[in-house]
């Protein structure tokens, strides 16, 4: 699990290209689609694939995905998370949030890892 959560995190962070956009979003904006990638990660993460394949997996089929469901560009979601990374306790409030929703999701049955 802990595995997932670390290549979840580098995908996020080192995904990004190009310059930051104009404006970040919301804390309210990101926690959703953060839980979203979490799940994601964990589903690639319980195929069991070799971490490089799990890698292009994510990026290229998952993360679009999750990203298109939430209307947010890639690289506007990656600059903001960029962005929150840097402010310890903004980002504290944010996997906060994601881990209780999180727990949330698992307890009502609509998330099984």
Request: glycine fraction near 2%.
């Amino acid at each position: 699990m802990k595995s997932v959560y670390t290549l979840f995190i580098s995908l996020v962070l080192f995904s990004c290209g190009g310059r930051e956009n104009d404006y970040v979003l919301s804390k309210e904006q990101m926690v959703p689609v953060m839980v979203d990638l979490y799940i994601a990660a964990e589903l690639v993460s319980m195929a069991k694939l070799p971490m490089d394949s799990a890698s292009i997996y994510f990026k290229s089929i998952y993360k679009p995905d999750v990203l298109e469901k939430y209307n947010i560009e890639s690289q506007h979601f990656d600059s903001s998370y960029k962005y929150y990374s840097t402010k310890p306790k903004e980002f504290f409030l944010i996997q906060t949030a994601v881990a209780d929703s999180l727990r949330v999701k698992h307890l009502l049955g609509k998330v099984e890892f």
